[in-house]
């Protein structure tokens, strides 16, 4: 299994490589980077209109290839409780579903055993 794990982990990094490529070089309202890349000449050799569709079908399959595998990877090997350790914030949720209040840091009593009334300042004129 860690195998297969890390085939579809570069098959998704590879993907979403792919992805960003052909997201940037779709021709924006601005130009954007597609001439930068080529992108106008590709657009010459194949014509304007089949680049676009090209890029629209390529996006939509990438993206699709990219949701499916992340599903795969976080429902097959990403299963809870596997982890060695919880985060702070799966913590103080379990606590909250027992019923306990969160922690609350301790106060300390002042040196010398001595309880000091409170200092009231009276305002300056």
């Known amino acids: 299994m860690p195998g297969l ?27 954007g980077l597609a001439g930068t890349f080529g992108g106008g000449q590709v657009g010459m050799m194949f014509g304007v209109r089949r680049t676009a569709d090209f890029l629209t079908r390529s996006t939509q399959v990438l993206g699709a290839i990219f949701i499916l595998l992340s599903l795969a ?20 949720g ?21 309880e000091q009334a409170p200092v009231q300042q009276t305002p300056q004129q």
């Open 5 to 31: 794990f890390v085939v579809l982990m570069s098959v998704q990094i590879i993907v979403s490589i792919l992805l960003m490529l052909v997201i940037l070089m779709q021709s924006s309202k601005g130009g």
């Open 73 to 92: 990877i976080n429902l097959f090997f990403l299963r809870p409780g596997t982890s060695g350790t919880e985060s702070v914030i799966q913590r103080s």
């Open 94 to 114: 379990s606590q909250q579903q027992q019923g306990l209040p969160p922690s609350l840091p301790q106060q300390t009593a002042p040196e010398g055993g001595q």
